[in-house]
Protein backbone atom coordinates (compact mmCIF):
# COMPACT_ATOMS: atom_id res chain seq x y z
CA UNK A 1 0.00 0.00 0.00
CA UNK A 2 0.97 3.39 -1.09
CA UNK A 3 0.63 6.24 1.35
CA UNK A 4 -0.10 8.81 -1.38
CA UNK A 5 -0.58 8.44 -5.61
CA UNK A 6 -0.06 11.71 -6.67
CA UNK A 7 -1.76 12.01 -10.82
CA UNK A 8 -0.02 14.43 -12.60
CA UNK A 9 3.62 15.41 -12.87
CA UNK A 10 3.14 19.42 -13.19
CA UNK A 11 4.90 21.98 -10.70
CA UNK A 12 2.28 21.27 -8.74
CA UNK A 13 2.50 17.32 -8.77
CA UNK A 14 5.98 17.55 -8.23
CA UNK A 15 6.11 19.95 -5.40
CA UNK A 16 3.79 17.72 -3.66
CA UNK A 17 6.33 14.47 -4.02
CA UNK A 18 9.13 16.55 -2.62
CA UNK A 19 7.56 17.41 0.66
CA UNK A 20 5.82 13.80 0.77
CA UNK A 21 8.99 12.70 0.70
CA UNK A 22 10.93 14.51 2.81
CA UNK A 23 7.98 13.33 5.61
CA UNK A 24 8.99 10.01 4.54
CA UNK A 25 6.04 9.18 2.95
CA UNK A 26 5.62 6.85 0.59
CA UNK A 27 4.48 7.87 -3.37
CA UNK A 28 3.51 6.74 -6.53
CA UNK A 29 3.77 9.77 -9.27
CA UNK A 30 1.92 9.19 -12.59
CA UNK A 31 2.15 11.81 -15.24
CA UNK A 32 1.88 11.50 -18.89
CA UNK A 33 4.14 14.08 -19.86
CA UNK A 34 1.69 16.66 -21.22
CA UNK A 35 1.61 19.99 -19.18
CA UNK A 36 -0.53 22.94 -20.30
CA UNK A 37 2.65 24.63 -21.21
CA UNK A 38 3.74 22.06 -23.41
CA UNK A 39 3.95 24.56 -26.24
CA UNK A 40 6.32 27.06 -24.88
CA UNK A 41 10.20 27.45 -25.22
CA UNK A 42 10.45 29.15 -21.91
CA UNK A 43 8.52 29.77 -18.82
CA UNK A 44 9.32 33.08 -17.02
CA UNK A 45 8.23 34.63 -13.05
CA UNK A 46 9.28 31.54 -11.55
CA UNK A 47 12.14 32.95 -9.03
CA UNK A 48 15.79 31.25 -9.48
CA UNK A 49 14.17 29.17 -12.64
CA UNK A 50 13.33 32.26 -14.84
CA UNK A 51 13.58 31.53 -18.30
CA UNK A 52 13.83 27.60 -18.33
CA UNK A 53 12.01 25.30 -20.79
CA UNK A 54 9.29 23.45 -19.50
CA UNK A 55 11.91 20.11 -20.03
CA UNK A 56 14.18 21.65 -18.17
CA UNK A 57 11.99 22.38 -14.78
CA UNK A 58 10.88 18.93 -14.94
CA UNK A 59 14.48 17.22 -15.37
CA UNK A 60 15.16 19.41 -12.50
CA UNK A 61 12.50 18.70 -10.60
CA UNK A 62 12.94 14.88 -10.80
CA UNK A 63 16.79 15.27 -9.68
CA UNK A 64 15.31 16.56 -6.91
CA UNK A 65 12.77 13.68 -6.12
CA UNK A 66 15.57 11.32 -6.61
CA UNK A 67 17.57 12.12 -3.51
CA UNK A 68 14.23 10.97 -1.67
CA UNK A 69 13.65 6.66 -1.95
CA UNK A 70 9.76 6.54 -0.77
CA UNK A 71 9.12 8.42 -4.39
CA UNK A 72 8.39 6.69 -7.38
CA UNK A 73 7.44 7.71 -10.34
CA UNK A 74 5.56 6.28 -14.26
CA UNK A 75 5.12 7.88 -17.12
CA UNK A 76 1.50 6.71 -17.61
CA UNK A 77 -1.79 8.13 -17.79
CA UNK A 78 -3.88 6.96 -14.65
CA UNK A 79 -7.51 5.70 -16.04
CA UNK A 80 -9.52 4.66 -13.16
CA UNK A 81 -9.47 5.24 -9.39
CA UNK A 82 -12.16 3.56 -7.33
CA UNK A 83 -12.56 4.41 -4.10
CA UNK A 84 -12.66 0.77 -1.73
CA UNK A 85 -14.84 0.13 1.05
CA UNK A 86 -12.00 0.11 3.42
CA UNK A 87 -11.45 3.87 2.31
CA UNK A 88 -8.48 3.12 0.39
CA UNK A 89 -7.84 3.78 -3.71
CA UNK A 90 -7.55 1.34 -6.36
CA UNK A 91 -5.66 3.62 -9.23
CA UNK A 92 -5.18 1.65 -12.41
CA UNK A 93 -3.06 3.19 -15.38
CA UNK A 94 -2.21 1.20 -18.49
CA UNK A 95 -1.38 -1.54 -16.70
CA UNK A 96 -0.45 -1.04 -13.34
CA UNK A 97 -2.20 -0.98 -10.49
CA UNK A 98 -1.07 0.62 -7.14
CA UNK A 99 -3.61 0.94 -4.00
CA UNK A 100 -3.48 3.79 -1.74
CA UNK A 101 -4.13 5.78 1.42
CA UNK A 102 -4.83 9.32 -0.09
CA UNK A 103 -5.12 10.58 -3.89
CA UNK A 104 -3.72 13.54 -4.85
CA UNK A 105 -5.10 15.08 -7.82
CA UNK A 106 -2.67 17.54 -9.87
CA UNK A 107 -4.15 17.13 -13.45
CA UNK A 108 -3.78 20.58 -14.66
CA UNK A 109 -6.11 22.49 -17.43
CA UNK A 110 -6.32 22.80 -21.14
CA UNK A 111 -6.80 25.56 -22.98
CA UNK A 112 -9.53 25.92 -26.32
CA UNK A 113 -8.02 28.46 -28.16
CA UNK A 114 -10.41 30.78 -30.16
CA UNK A 115 -11.78 29.53 -33.34
CA UNK A 116 -8.83 31.24 -35.41
CA UNK A 117 -7.72 29.39 -38.50
CA UNK A 118 -3.80 27.91 -37.77
CA UNK A 119 -3.60 29.35 -34.12
CA UNK A 120 -2.14 26.59 -33.49
CA UNK A 121 0.92 27.09 -35.07
CA UNK A 122 1.95 30.67 -32.98
CA UNK A 123 0.31 29.68 -29.74
CA UNK A 124 3.53 29.43 -27.08
CA UNK A 125 6.21 31.03 -29.75
CA UNK A 126 4.75 34.35 -30.25
CA UNK A 127 0.70 34.33 -29.27
CA UNK A 128 0.76 33.51 -25.34
CA UNK A 129 -2.09 33.71 -22.92
CA UNK A 130 -0.42 35.72 -20.14
CA UNK A 131 0.97 38.77 -19.84
CA UNK A 132 2.67 38.12 -16.58
CA UNK A 133 4.61 34.95 -18.06
CA UNK A 134 5.30 36.13 -22.04
CA UNK A 135 4.75 40.14 -21.76
CA UNK A 136 8.47 41.19 -21.01
CA UNK A 137 9.26 39.69 -23.78
CA UNK A 138 6.73 41.19 -26.16
CA UNK A 139 7.08 44.67 -24.78
CA UNK A 140 7.08 47.79 -26.55
CA UNK A 141 6.49 45.89 -29.86
CA UNK A 142 3.11 45.91 -32.46
CA UNK A 143 0.56 43.35 -30.48
CA UNK A 144 -2.31 41.63 -30.99
CA UNK A 145 -5.22 41.15 -28.88
CA UNK A 146 -7.42 38.12 -29.92
CA UNK A 147 -10.45 37.46 -27.33
CA UNK A 148 -13.81 36.38 -28.35
CA UNK A 149 -15.32 37.01 -25.05
CA UNK A 150 -16.52 39.45 -22.50
CA UNK A 151 -12.68 39.69 -20.92
CA UNK A 152 -12.09 41.42 -24.14
CA UNK A 153 -12.09 44.97 -22.70
CA UNK A 154 -10.18 44.18 -19.37
CA UNK A 155 -7.56 42.10 -20.96
CA UNK A 156 -6.71 44.61 -23.53
CA UNK A 157 -6.57 47.43 -21.26
CA UNK A 158 -4.06 44.77 -19.10
CA UNK A 159 -1.88 44.34 -21.96
CA UNK A 160 -1.25 48.07 -22.58
CA UNK A 161 0.68 47.80 -19.42
CA UNK A 162 3.90 46.10 -21.68
CA UNK A 163 2.85 47.67 -25.14
CA UNK A 164 0.98 51.09 -26.13
CA UNK A 165 0.43 49.66 -29.89
CA UNK A 166 -2.01 46.82 -29.32
CA UNK A 167 -5.02 45.98 -31.73
CA UNK A 168 -8.21 43.85 -30.64
CA UNK A 169 -9.68 41.50 -32.71
CA UNK A 170 -12.60 39.88 -31.95
CA UNK A 171 -13.13 37.35 -34.47
CA UNK A 172 -16.25 38.34 -35.66
CA UNK A 173 -17.89 38.88 -32.19
CA UNK A 174 -19.38 41.72 -30.42
CA UNK A 175 -18.10 42.14 -27.36
CA UNK A 176 -17.42 45.85 -26.80
CA UNK A 177 -20.06 48.02 -25.69
CA UNK A 178 -20.12 51.27 -27.37
CA UNK A 179 -18.80 52.90 -23.86
CA UNK A 180 -15.39 50.88 -24.17
CA UNK A 181 -14.92 50.86 -27.73
CA UNK A 182 -14.77 55.27 -27.52
CA UNK A 183 -12.46 54.48 -24.25
CA UNK A 184 -10.15 52.44 -26.76
CA UNK A 185 -10.50 55.06 -30.12
CA UNK A 186 -9.64 58.15 -28.00
CA UNK A 187 -6.61 55.87 -26.97
CA UNK A 188 -5.99 55.20 -30.08
CA UNK A 189 -6.27 51.21 -29.62
CA UNK A 190 -7.91 49.93 -32.67
CA UNK A 191 -10.92 47.68 -32.44
CA UNK A 192 -10.81 45.10 -35.44
CA UNK A 193 -14.68 43.03 -35.21
CA UNK A 194 -14.20 41.33 -38.62
CA UNK A 195 -13.35 37.77 -38.49
CA UNK A 196 -9.68 36.74 -38.75
CA UNK A 197 -8.96 34.54 -42.27
CA UNK A 198 -5.66 33.68 -41.39
CA UNK A 199 -2.71 34.12 -39.41
CA UNK A 200 0.64 34.34 -41.47
CA UNK A 201 3.91 34.00 -40.17
CA UNK A 202 7.01 31.56 -39.89
CA UNK A 203 8.48 29.38 -37.15
CA UNK A 204 5.65 30.39 -35.04
CA UNK A 205 6.61 34.03 -35.17
CA UNK A 206 3.70 35.86 -36.05
CA UNK A 207 3.76 38.30 -38.61
CA UNK A 208 0.53 39.46 -40.42
CA UNK A 209 -3.16 38.82 -39.76
CA UNK A 210 -5.68 38.83 -42.61
CA UNK A 211 -9.43 39.54 -41.89
CA UNK A 212 -12.25 38.21 -43.95
CA UNK A 213 -12.78 41.74 -45.65
CA UNK A 214 -9.27 42.16 -47.08
CA UNK A 215 -7.53 43.90 -44.76
CA UNK A 216 -4.07 42.73 -43.10
CA UNK A 217 -2.10 43.91 -40.23
CA UNK A 218 1.61 43.62 -39.32
CA UNK A 219 1.83 42.42 -35.63
CA UNK A 220 4.69 41.14 -33.82
CA UNK A 221 3.07 38.95 -31.10
CA UNK A 222 0.34 39.13 -28.70
CA UNK A 223 -1.87 37.67 -26.31
CA UNK A 224 -4.98 35.57 -26.77
CA UNK A 225 -8.03 34.77 -24.37
CA UNK A 226 -8.55 31.14 -24.26
CA UNK A 227 -11.08 29.06 -22.31
CA UNK A 228 -9.84 26.69 -19.53
CA UNK A 229 -11.53 23.34 -19.34
CA UNK A 230 -10.30 20.54 -17.04
CA UNK A 231 -7.52 17.94 -18.54
CA UNK A 232 -8.93 15.17 -16.93
CA UNK A 233 -12.42 13.64 -15.61
CA UNK A 234 -11.02 11.63 -12.80
CA UNK A 235 -12.18 14.29 -10.00
CA UNK A 236 -15.51 14.50 -11.89
CA UNK A 237 -15.68 10.69 -11.71
CA UNK A 238 -14.43 10.65 -8.46
CA UNK A 239 -17.38 12.76 -7.25
CA UNK A 240 -15.19 15.70 -6.12
CA UNK A 241 -17.77 18.70 -5.91
CA UNK A 242 -16.88 21.57 -8.69
CA UNK A 243 -16.45 25.65 -7.28
CA UNK A 244 -17.82 28.50 -9.06
CA UNK A 245 -14.65 29.12 -11.19
CA UNK A 246 -14.98 25.54 -12.67
CA UNK A 247 -12.33 23.92 -10.54
CA UNK A 248 -13.18 21.59 -7.44
CA UNK A 249 -14.06 22.89 -3.73
CA UNK A 250 -11.04 22.54 -1.45
CA UNK A 251 -10.02 23.48 2.47
CA UNK A 252 -6.92 25.42 2.66
CA UNK A 253 -5.20 22.48 2.65
CA UNK A 254 -6.56 20.34 -0.65
CA UNK A 255 -8.70 18.46 0.82
CA UNK A 256 -11.92 18.09 -1.62
CA UNK A 257 -15.01 17.24 -0.61
CA UNK A 258 -14.22 13.24 -1.19
CA UNK A 259 -13.07 12.45 2.09
CA UNK A 260 -9.08 11.20 1.13
CA UNK A 261 -9.12 12.73 -2.51
CA UNK A 262 -6.96 16.15 -2.22
CA UNK A 263 -6.70 18.50 -5.36
CA UNK A 264 -4.24 21.27 -6.15
CA UNK A 265 -2.79 23.30 -8.91
CA UNK A 266 -4.60 25.04 -11.90
CA UNK A 267 -7.15 22.11 -11.70
CA UNK A 268 -8.39 24.22 -8.53
CA UNK A 269 -8.97 27.41 -10.22
CA UNK A 270 -8.52 28.98 -6.51
CA UNK A 271 -5.45 30.59 -7.85
CA UNK A 272 -4.21 32.26 -10.96
CA UNK A 273 -2.93 29.44 -13.38
CA UNK A 274 0.95 30.48 -12.93
CA UNK A 275 3.95 28.06 -12.24
CA UNK A 276 5.06 29.15 -8.80
CA UNK A 277 2.10 29.18 -7.81
CA UNK A 278 0.89 25.97 -9.02
CA UNK A 279 4.05 24.65 -6.80
CA UNK A 280 2.66 26.13 -3.61
CA UNK A 281 -0.29 24.81 -3.74
CA UNK A 282 1.13 21.41 -4.56
CA UNK A 283 3.34 21.65 -1.18
CA UNK A 284 -0.14 23.15 0.54
CA UNK A 285 -1.66 20.03 -0.61
CA UNK A 286 1.05 17.60 0.62
CA UNK A 287 1.46 19.08 4.01
CA UNK A 288 -2.21 18.24 4.46
CA UNK A 289 -1.85 14.95 3.77
CA UNK A 290 1.17 14.33 5.74
CA UNK A 291 -0.55 15.45 8.82
CA UNK A 292 -4.13 13.28 7.67
CA UNK A 293 -2.19 10.65 7.78
CA UNK A 294 0.27 11.13 11.05
CA UNK A 295 -3.27 11.45 13.11
CA UNK A 296 -4.44 8.32 11.43
CA UNK A 297 -1.01 6.35 12.15
CA UNK A 298 -0.93 8.39 15.59
CA UNK A 299 -4.72 6.93 16.71
CA UNK A 300 -3.64 3.31 15.67
CA UNK A 301 -1.25 2.65 17.54
C1 LIG B 1 1.49 28.75 -23.51
C2 LIG B 1 1.61 28.83 -22.00
C3 LIG B 1 2.71 29.45 -21.44
C4 LIG B 1 2.82 29.53 -20.05
N1 LIG B 1 3.90 30.17 -19.54
C5 LIG B 1 4.02 30.29 -18.20
C6 LIG B 1 5.13 30.99 -17.65
O1 LIG B 1 6.01 31.47 -18.36
N2 LIG B 1 5.17 31.15 -16.30
C7 LIG B 1 4.20 30.65 -15.46
O2 LIG B 1 4.28 30.83 -14.24
N3 LIG B 1 3.15 29.96 -15.97
C8 LIG B 1 3.03 29.76 -17.31
N4 LIG B 1 1.96 29.09 -17.83
C9 LIG B 1 0.97 28.51 -16.89
C10 LIG B 1 1.50 27.16 -16.34
O3 LIG B 1 1.78 26.30 -17.42
C11 LIG B 1 0.49 26.52 -15.40
O4 LIG B 1 0.07 27.44 -14.42
C12 LIG B 1 1.11 25.31 -14.70
O5 LIG B 1 1.62 24.39 -15.66
C13 LIG B 1 0.09 24.61 -13.81
O6 LIG B 1 0.72 23.56 -13.14
P1 LIG B 1 -0.09 22.25 -12.70
O7 LIG B 1 0.92 21.39 -12.03
O8 LIG B 1 -1.31 22.62 -11.96
O9 LIG B 1 -0.59 21.58 -14.07
P2 LIG B 1 0.24 21.12 -15.36
O10 LIG B 1 1.57 21.77 -15.43
O11 LIG B 1 -0.68 21.30 -16.52
O12 LIG B 1 0.50 19.57 -15.09
C14 LIG B 1 -0.53 18.63 -15.08
C15 LIG B 1 0.06 17.27 -15.44
O13 LIG B 1 -0.92 16.26 -15.19
C16 LIG B 1 -0.81 15.30 -16.23
N5 LIG B 1 -2.08 14.54 -16.30
C17 LIG B 1 -3.33 15.02 -16.52
N6 LIG B 1 -4.22 14.01 -16.46
C18 LIG B 1 -3.50 12.88 -16.21
C19 LIG B 1 -3.86 11.50 -16.03
N7 LIG B 1 -5.11 11.07 -16.11
N8 LIG B 1 -2.86 10.60 -15.79
C20 LIG B 1 -1.55 11.00 -15.71
N9 LIG B 1 -1.18 12.30 -15.85
C21 LIG B 1 -2.14 13.21 -16.10
C22 LIG B 1 -0.50 16.12 -17.47
O14 LIG B 1 0.09 15.34 -18.49
C23 LIG B 1 0.45 17.16 -16.90
O15 LIG B 1 1.81 16.75 -17.02
C24 LIG B 1 1.81 28.98 -19.21
C25 LIG B 1 0.71 28.34 -19.78
C26 LIG B 1 0.60 28.27 -21.16
C27 LIG B 1 -0.59 27.59 -21.77
Redesign the pocket.
Known amino acids: MIDTVI???????LSAALVLGRAKRSVYL????????Q??QH????LTQDGVTPTQFRQKALADLRKYPSIKWGQ???ETIKKQDDGTFRVN?EGTEVIARKILL????K?VLPDVPNIHDF??TSL???PF??GWELRDQPLIVISENDHASMFTTLITNWSRDVVLATNGKSVLSAEQKASFASRNIQVVEEKIQALEGKDGQLKQIQFSNGRVIERAGGFITSTLTQ??L?ADRLGCKENENGGYDTDGFGQTTVSGVYAT???TMNQA????L?AAD?SMAAAGIVKALAVEDFEMN
Open positions: IGGGPAGFDDANPRNVTSHGYQRVSATGLDYGYPCCDASLGDMPQLLAG
